[in-house]
């Protein structure tokens, strides 16, 4: 199937039907899922209203969502983008994560059958612990430790920001096993929610957007896990690592990076709707003149959140192809959510001060996407990625 930015009718329907389900179903319950740091508690029943199939994992059997000829990768922007359209409450309620995503890249055949296939089958959030206190981005910084003893490994350090950390089943924890070694040293083991030694520090941390999203502080002290449980290794001793450690951590989220994009742009088309709504309403104020401004200036800020679209849909097209492109991936990351940010900032304020006002959800989306910039990949290292590509390792 040759690229093509134009979706089937299957697609485009289903879209439209989650769109509309999002914003008149979801959206209501935004304000407080933010205030309350948590989703609404009659989630469930929010989310049985919904007439297309949500990937759910709460059901007594899993729902899948419908295939499509676009491809898997594909598929996932779309809905990522008319699910977020409503707002991001919703998004964490349907299970997943990325911790499995890892365990894909870097697992042996074993591994994928314990760890990859049962998440594929039921759905079950699976967390990814990388981020520490006093690191980010930099994934050579990495201070947890994993210690061989005999036929386990020891595990002590902190993590910090870990989605879906306190909720999933397990959690893809990246440690070094020698610090000398710096990024070589890195690699990463599977530590199931029971194991001893795993401490849930915070359940939900206090943070500026996406308060509904359950990102945790996760201490391990002294956790104990068998030898196996690091990723491209058996009981018997190293497997061949199809990957070293850094590069499955970096690996995994360059898969989901232009999902992050894809939610960014929902949000982003969002607001620009709204604030056309509004706008619209109040044209009899308007001189001619401004009024084709504002006009021109919202069609300006559609045509960027489609540039976005583009960037993104070519990097998961390649991606169902079996043709990724990090640098590409990198693009769409590196533009959608700092492009969205300033999107919703003059929304806001072309609305003037109701455009501050909490009785919109502007202010709150700006919050939201804002750490859509920073977290799997900061926009600022998507392009260094993206200069490297084109000019070499010097870039950056």
């Not at 003059?346 to 502007?362: A, H, K, N, V, Y």
Request: glycine share 10%; aromatic share 8%; charged share 20%.
């Amino acid at each position: 199937m040759t690229y093509s930015a134009q979706l089937s009718k299957p697609l485009v329907d289903y879209a439209r039907t989650l769109r509309e389900w999002s914003t008149s179903e979801a959206r209501p319950y935004a304000r407080a899922a933010d205030t309350d740091h948590r989703p609404p508690a009659n989630w469930a029943d929010v989310l049985d209203t919904c007439p297309v199939p949500l990937g759910r994992v709460d059901l007594p059997e899993p729902q899948a969502l419908p295939d499509f000829e676009e491809g898997y990768w594909v598929r996932a922007l779309v809905f990522y983008e008319s699910l977020n359209y409503g707002d991001i409450w919703v998004h964490p309620t349907l299970g997943g994560g990325i911790g499995h995503l890892v365990v894909e890249s870097m697992g042996t055949p074993e591994q994928l059958e314990k760890w990859y296939e049962p998440v594929l089958e039921r759905g079950f959030t699976t967390g990814f612990a990388l981020t520490e206190p006093g690191f980010g981005s930099d994934t050579s910084q990495v201070s947890t430790t994993a210690t061989r003893d005999g036929d386990n490994w020891v595990i002590n350090g902190t993590k910090i920001y870990c989605s879906g950390g306190a909720t999933a089943e397990y959690v893809v924890v990246f440690a070094t096993v020698d610090k000398s070694l710096g990024a070589k040293g890195i690699n990463a083991f599977v530590v199931p929610k029971d194991a001893p030694g795993f401490v849930v520090a915070k359940e939900n941390e206090q943070k500026l957007g996406i308060r509904s999203w359950v990102t945790s502080e996760l201490v391990f002290d002294h956790c104990v896990i068998p030898v196996e449980n690091q990723l491209g290794w058996t009981p018997d001793g190293a497997a061949t690592p199809r990957r070293s450690g850094q590069g499955g951590a970096l690996g995994a989220l360059a898969h989901n990076r232009p999902n992050m994009s894809a939610m960014c742009i929902g949000l982003g088309q969002a607001s620009i709707d709204v604030t056309a709504g509004i706008l619209a309403g109040q044209k009899a104020g308007f001189t001619p003149q401004r009024w084709q401004a504002v006009e021109s200036e919202l069609e300006r800020m559609n045509a960027a959140l489609e540039r976005g679209r583009r960037m993104t849909f070519r990097a998961q097209y390649l991606v169902d192809q079996g043709k990724e492109d990090r640098a590409v991936s990198a693009a769409g990351k590196g533009y959608a959510p700092q492009t969205v940010e300033r999107v919703i900032r003059r929304c806001m304020q072309l609305l003037g001060p109701e455009g501050t006002s909490q009785d919109l959800l502007l202010e709150k989306w700006y919050r939201d996407v804002k750490i859509m910039d920073i977290f799997e990949g900061s926009g600022q290292v998507q392009r260094i990625v993206v200069g490297r590509t084109l000019m070499g390792r010097l870039v950056g």
